[in-house]
């Protein structure tokens, strides 16, 4: 607990683990790591079902190392699972569900017990300290409220660090503006590209933002040179924050005043790198995929999470004190899933909107363009023998209907493009399918 | 008489519309003649040839997507109220026009050949015919 006294920026109590000498750090780790086991064993048929197959028991767990020798959980399983298939816990013990946004058909289901819950605040506090934010800041929460776990996170992240929150949610810049500048906003959280967006319109209509002091950024992914524009531009400091609604939502990871790489929160939340291809686990150091293990979770606990983000563990100690080791800025991920405007989109899912409208697949490419801030969307499609016509009125209507059918399946607004037959370029007879022009 | 029209999907961009003319030039096809419809975004070239069955293959052998599409050439007086005639006769009718464009090369004699795309070519057919408005025959367009 911080207290009424506690000096504004000082050191927070609840920051402590973050300072944990690492023999400390692993002691309570495999604590954790051998009780969630056990959780997940004796309640997800799932995974005890690949527990049995490897001939492993939760006993099987002596050390942190043996960590390497359990299964991997991914993204498909919670879909396979829909709805609640993983929860670990009886609906009683449950006190919130989030969805991911954005996916094919049935969304992927999260849920969270009251010490769930109260975990990802004390995440998220951790994260708002590291960034330089105390009690006294009043943020701006521009994340989306609603089923998209952002939104909640830093909502009650923001509470519990005793600052004030705006919960003003995403979207209608103006208001944003004139709420940052009457209300003497000092922190922010949204997507980077939305606050690029801010800042941009911010100059337009003069708004005064010279009491706003830091940014907590994420949801998508963003630069270095990205991150200098919007400090250079705004004279604020830039944070990136990581996370994803599987683990637990944003708070898994944050970027110190320092910034250089983002904390892991590793007394709740486990990291590896492993190869994406062999599953194979990596030293520190190595590029590769991010695999997370909720320590502590006990609604739906996720062991050896395949996140598709690649990224390398630092392993030096970081300046500003914590012994929680960093990972990389993600940059990119190890399948075709790309996030705009906080959606995840996989081209497979542009596929079967295409499919609907014209019955059998065209040709197509994705292209991402990030235009005044905000990321652009457009979709190129083949015109095929099927559905050429002669008429302008029935191509005009083409391309509304696989607009239409897109925007269903995703969620937001595209710009669907026809294009000439094989003017799409093919790479070894297979097309590329998305091209990211965004200069993060 | 119907004629079959060809029609081939261009994107707006320097470049488009040079491949197809290049393609029926090697083949030794001439086009009798053409309408370019356009958007923002995109073009359809529609054009009659002589032999369209062979254009069609000559074009998608090149890659190209190729439609045929049922056009009807019309006569009309070339003077001032020749085209708004037929279109009286079309209108009675209860037809829909999608587009036309001049058959400038079969105009002869004080008339003027008119392409029409209608939703149901027979019924236009017939409409005409009852209103006494000639639809030309092939002969009849191919340049003397």
């Known amino acids: 607990m911080s207290t009424w006294n506690d000096p504004p920026g000082g050191f927070h109590p609840i920051s402590a683990p973050d300072y944990l000498p690492r023999e400390q750090l692993a002691g309570i780790q495999l604590q954790r790591l051998q009780s969630v086991v056990s959780l997940a064993y004796d309640r997800q048929a799932l995974f005890r079902g690949r527990m049995e197959g490897l001939g492993l028991t939760p006993s099987s767990i002596a050390s942190l190392a043996d960590i390497a020798r359990l299964p991997f959980t991914v993204k498909t399983d919670l879909r396979d699972t829909y709805p609640f298939g993983l929860f670990a816990c009886p609906m009683e013990d449950i006190v919130r569900l989030h969805a991911s946004s954005g996916t094919t058909g049935k969304p992927i289901v999260v849920a969270y017990t009251q010490a769930d819950l109260d975990v990802w605040s004390e995440v998220m506090v951790r994260s708002f300290v590291a960034c330089g934010m105390h009690r006294g800041d009043v943020i701006q929460n521009a994340y989306g409220y609603g089923l998209f776990t952002g939104g909640l996170g830093a909502h009650y992240g923001g509470e519990a660090l005793g600052a004030t929150v705006i919960p003003i949610s995403g979207g209608n810049t103006e208001r944003q503006l004139m709420v940052m500048e009457d209300f003497g906003v000092t922190a922010i959280c949204c997507t980077p590209s939305y606050f690029l967006h801010l800042i941009e319109s911010a100059k337009d209509t003069k708004t005064d933002l010279s009491k706003l002091r830091v940014g907590v950024f994420g949801a998508e992914p963003w630069s270095d040179s990205m991150r200098e524009r919007i400090q250079d531009e705004s004279g604020i400091r830039a944070h990136d924050i990581y996370g994803l609604s599987e683990i637990i939502g944003p708070g898994v990871g944050i970027e110190c005043v320092e910034q250089r790489g983002l904390h892991i929160f590793e007394d709740h939340f486990y990291p590896e790198i492993v190869d994406s291809e062999t599953g194979e686990a990596l030293p520190d150091g190595a590029e590769g995929e991010l695999v997370l293990t909720t320590l502590s979770k006990q609604a739906m606990p996720l062991i050896r999470y395949r996140t598709r983000d690649v990224t390398a563990i630092m392993t030096e100690q970081c300046a500003c004190g914590r012994t929680l080791r960093r990972i990389r800025r993600i940059g990119r991920r190890s399948d075709d899933m790309f996030i705009i405007r906080g959606v995840n989109v996989f081209p497979s899912q542009v596929e079967t909107a295409l499919l609907r409208v014209e019955g059998t697949l065209p040709h197509y490419q994705i292209i991402l363009t990030r235009e005044v801030g905000l990321d652009q969307m457009e979709v190129k499609v083949e015109v095929t023998p099927e559905v050429f016509s002669d008429e302008i009125r029935k191509l005009e209507a083409l391309q509304q209907q696989l607009g239409a059918s897109i925007e269903n399946v995703l969620g937001i607004r595209v710009k669907v493009t026809l294009v000439g037959p094989r003017s799409l370029a093919r790479s070894e007879g297979k097309a590329r399918r998305v091209s990211d022009l965004r200069s993060l | ?144």
């Open chain 2, 1 to 144: 008489m119907k004629l079959q029209q060809l029609s081939l999907f261009l994107e707006n961009r320097p470049g488009q519309l040079r491949e197809p003319c290049e393609a029926l030039a090697a083949a030794g096809i001439d086009l009798l003649t053409m309408s370019l419809a356009d958007t923002s975004q995109f073009g359809i070239l529609r054009f009659i040839v002589r032999d369209p069955e062979r254009a069609k293959q000559v074009l998608q052998d090149a890659g190209m997507i190729v439609r045929m599409t049922e056009v009807v050439p019309v006569e009309v007086d070339n003077e001032p109220g020749g085209l708004a005639r037929a279109l009286i006769a079309i209108e009675d009718a209860g037809l829909g026009v999608e587009y036309m464009y001049d058959f400038g090369a079969a105009s002869r004699g004080g008339k003027a050949a008119i392409v029409f795309r209608f939703e149901n070519p027979d019924a236009a057919l017939a409409a005409l015919s009852a209103a006494g408005i000639r639809v030309l025959p092939m002969e009849e367009l191919l340049p003397k």
